[in-house]
């Protein structure tokens, strides 16, 4: 028996999918069905007391051009996205983020889709740790966590103390 959940729980018994190929000759077709619920609100085991995802956006303060360019950055990012949640620069570590960085936190599937893809192709030299919100500190930064650009390593012992707003 695995580990985790089967991904197919709550589609036991649905009619088998179809194995037909789309007009592009490529992708499946997929028959329209009812719109997931995740478009409008994150899945459990998120913290609904809590925004849904931080991004720590990391730099090299030694760095003069990253560190400008960071500094640039964060006001693109409070001037592009004011409905976010934005914190200071940090220009060292903090907790358990290894160098500079400063965090930005979203607060629906919306907005953490759209500031994800926008972040991609303006991130410069920056590095962005992207996770979730569940309640499990260690978990929302090691297992699921994601990177844009290098994944940098986390000071993990860290994680296990009281919450705070630069985690």
């Known amino acids: 028996m695995s580990q985790w959940p089967s991904p197919l729980a709550g589609y036991?018994?649905?009619?088998?999918?179809?194995?037909?190929?789309?007009?592009?000759?490529?992708s499946l077709y997929n028959p329209p069905g009812p719109r997931s619920?995740?478009?409008?609100?994150?899945?459990?085991p998120f913290d609904p007391s809590k925004n849904g995802f931080d991004f720590h956006i990391y730099y090299m303060p030694a760095v003069?051009?990253?560190a400008q360019f960071a500094k640039e950055l964060h006001e693109r990012v409070r001037r592009e996205f004011p409905?976010?949640?934005?914190?200071?620069?940090?220009?060292?570590a903090i907790g358990p983020h290894p160098t500079a960085m400063f965090e930005v936190n979203?607060?629906?599937?919306h907005q953490t889709g759209a500031f994800f893809s926008w972040l991609v192709v303006?991130?410069?030299?920056?590095?962005?740790l992207v996770h979730p919100n569940t309640g499990n500190a260690l978990k929302d930064h090691t297992e699921?966590?994601?990177?844009?650009?290098?994944?940098?390593p986390l000071y993990e012992e860290r994680l296990h103390g009281p919450?705070?707003?630069?985690?």
């Open 144 to 152: 699921l966590a994601t990177w844009i650009g290098k994944r940098w």
């Open 83 to 92: 409905e976010l949640r934005l914190y200071k620069l940090w220009d060292k």
């Open 163 to 167: 919450p705070s707003h630069s985690s």
């Open 122 to 128: 303006n991130r410069g030299p920056c590095d962005v």
């Open 64 to 66: 003069a051009a990253h």
């Open 12 to 26: 036991e018994g649905a009619e088998p999918l179809p194995t037909t190929l789309n007009p592009d000759g490529k």
């Open 106 to 109: 979203t607060f629906s599937p």
């Open 37 to 44: 619920a995740v478009y409008d609100e994150f899945p459990k």
